[in-house]
């Protein structure tokens, strides 16, 4: 018959190491259970706890919000107002100085820009 051979020390340590694995693997499968199990209760103690107040401050929020949406129309419009007389002033009082002081007759197409080129250019030249 064959004779029995005596476990070498190898064996010993990796059915230790195999033994520690598996508790390490149970251990970490217990603590994300428990995790699960935790978000579930915070899960519910949020919604019967801090959804309620939520639901009776929302009208009032919205109210709010509408509130400043209607304000801010009103201040566009007034920015608004203000400016389209600023401008009306403007071409008003330029229409008056047009008239009192007339500018100069460009008649050969000339702008005003590029005469004052066109000056600059001869005295640059001379």
Not at 29 to 39: G, P
Not at 78 to 97: H, K, M, T
Request: aromatic share 4%; hydrophobic share 50%; charged share 20%.
């Amino acid at each position: 018959m064959f004779a029995a051979e005596a476990p070498s020390p190898i064996d010993g340590l990796a059915s230790a190491a195999t033994i520690i694995l598996i508790i390490e693997v149970l251990l970490i499968v217990l603590l994300l259970a428990t995790l699960a199990v935790l978000l579930a209760v915070l899960t519910r103690w949020i919604y019967q706890h801090a959804v309620p107040p939520v639901h009776q401050v929302v009208p009032r929020v919205k109210g709010a919000l509408d509130a400043t949406d209607r304000a801010t129309g009103r201040v566009v419009d007034v920015v608004a107002a203000l400016y389209s007389r600023r401008r009306g002033i403007e071409v008003a009082v330029n229409s008056i100085v047009d008239n009192i002081f007339p500018p100069e007759d460009l008649s050969n197409g000339e702008t005003e820009t590029n005469r004052e080129d066109l000056e600059s250019e001869e005295t640059a030249g001379s």
